[in-house]
């Protein structure tokens, strides 16, 4: 079974982005407890969040387009945002060391590795820019900021605890 054969196959059934949940699931799984899942569930939900968010308005306005849509939120896939986007938020605080250069270092390693998945997503046809408004930095920066964001949430919380 060649590479080729799998695309074909995620293609004709619209599951490249339902693959892309369940292994960010599987990331989870192998690499949380539950109470290190309980402890970044809610930072989890904020990547979703603003994931959702971002990725609409970038698709609304014609920055990208996604295909493969298999169930709708708004004009993208229910899986993008409750698989890699919320799996992101949790890996950042399961990860996330106690000083901050480190905590500054682990972003921009979290903001890389969703680079890296949604450059593979680019290679494998799933994903697709409009070049003269969007590259791969843009999409960097994005995560970048996203999970600051989300640090920013989690501390916040942090204090009210």
């Given amino acids: ?5 799998i695309i074909l196959f995620l293609d004709k059934y619209n599951l490249p982005w339902l693959l892309w949940a369940l292994t960010s699931w599987l990331v989870i799984y192998m690499t949380c407890n539950r109470q290190q899942l309980r402890h970044a569930f809610s930072v989890g939900l904020w990547t979703a969040a603003v994931g959702l968010v ?4 970038f698709i609304v306005n014609k920055f990208w387009t996604e295909r493969f849509i298999m169930l ?3 004009e993208l896939d229910l899986f993008v945002v ?3 986007f919320f799996t992101l938020g949790v890996m ?4 996330l060391p106690g000083h901050f250069r480190g905590q ?8 890389a590795t969703a680079t890296a998945g949604e450059l593979l997503s680019l290679r494998l046809g799933f994903l697709q820019y409009h070049p003269d408004k969007w590259t ?7 995560y970048y900021l996203g999970l600051m964001s989300a640090l920013g949430f ?6 009210k605890c």
């Fill in 82 to 84: 409750i698989g890699p």
């Fill in 92 to 95: 950042l605080i399961r990860y």
């Fill in 54 to 57: 971002l990725e609409h308005f």
């Fill in 1 to 5: 079974m060649t590479l080729e054969t």
């Fill in 72 to 74: 709708p939120v708004g």
């Fill in 136 to 142: 791969i930095l843009h999409s960097f920066v994005g």
């Fill in 154 to 159: 989690y501390f916040s919380r942090q204090k």
């Fill in 104 to 111: 500054m270092l682990a972003v921009f390693a979290w903001s």
